[in-house]
């Protein structure tokens, strides 16, 4: 788990970096305890390392803090710092979006860093075994821990071929409220919900939880870590290259033009 935790703090840091097209390079961490225990803050910190590989990201430095008093026994305050760079002239920032353009899905690793306060009341209200297989060999308790997806090399790739118009990280919030933050004000996002298979983990959380389906969308990424939006004429080669990088990746729909002032993505 504390491993899973370093990577998720680098994971949030630098995909968040990547939709404006830039390249993350330096990532700083600050941990703080009651009391040092070295083992737990070797995983994490081996965590914060794994992250910053996989994502071509040099990890330059960091704060430990012992605060005895202030933090319970067992627990820890984790943050962290990246710092990206891009060239002005090709920053993204959605812009250039039209109607007819094409909506990208990412495939997400699970939950990745959201939605944590409601899936911890699901699973104490529904005290399931969190031991027992669950999914492909996996248990519920891995799958509720799968450390954040790192999109940013095969992104980066894709940025060298494509015209990538817009791009939004699936963070709290979920699909309908991250989306909207890069498309211009007279453009709706129409996602497809039959467009990418639910994951049995967002199965499970929504059956357990008797969570309504707008809110599915609202709280927790679904299945898609990142929304990227090409041209129409580019949609295939770009969802056959991301391919060939390793992701999984789903037509979720397209650009329409908004019409009044309806909510600018809807899923259905």
């Not at 999109?151 to 817009?166: D, M, N, S, T």
Request: proline share 4%.
């Amino acid at each position: 788990i504390h491993h899973t935790v370093g990577i998720d703090l680098v994971a949030m840091s630098v995909n968040d970096i990547l939709v404006q097209g830039a390249e993350p390079l330096f990532f700083l961490d600050y941990f703080a305890c009651g009391k040092l225990d070295v083992a737990r803050a070797t995983d994490v910190i081996k965590g914060i390392a794994a992250g910053c590989e996989q994502s071509g990201c040099a990890l330059i430095g960091g704060e430990t803090a012992e605060m005895p008093g202030m933090y319970p026994e067992g627990e820890y305050d984790l943050a962290g710092f990246a710092v990206g760079v891009v060239e002005k002239s090709k920053v993204i920032n959605g812009r250039s979006i039209r109607p007819g353009d094409v909506v990208l899905g990412l495939a997400s690793n699970g939950a990745h860093s959201n939605g944590y306060s409601l899936i911890r009341k699901i699973i104490e209200r529904s005290n399931p075994d969190l031991d027992a297989e669950f999914d492909g060999g996996q248990t519920l308790r891995q799958a509720v821990i799968a450390p954040t997806r790192l999109y940013v090399k095969p992104i980066l790739a894709a940025l060298e071929k494509f015209e990538i118009k817009g791009m939004a990280h699936i963070t709290g919030g979920g699909l309908t409220e991250n989306i909207p933050r890069v498309l211009p004000e007279n453009c709706v996002a129409q996602i497809d919900a039959q467009s990418w298979p639910l994951p049995k983990l967002f199965q499970w959380l929504q059956q357990a939880g008797n969570v309504e389906q707008q809110e599915m969308y609202r709280t927790f990424n679904c299945g898609i870590g990142m929304a990227v939006i090409v041209p129409a004429e580019q949609a295939d080669a770009a969802q056959a290259f991301l391919a060939g990088q390793g992701e999984t990746v789903y037509r979720l729909g397209t650009i329409r033009k908004r019409a009044g002032s309806e909510h600018q993505t809807q899923v259905a």
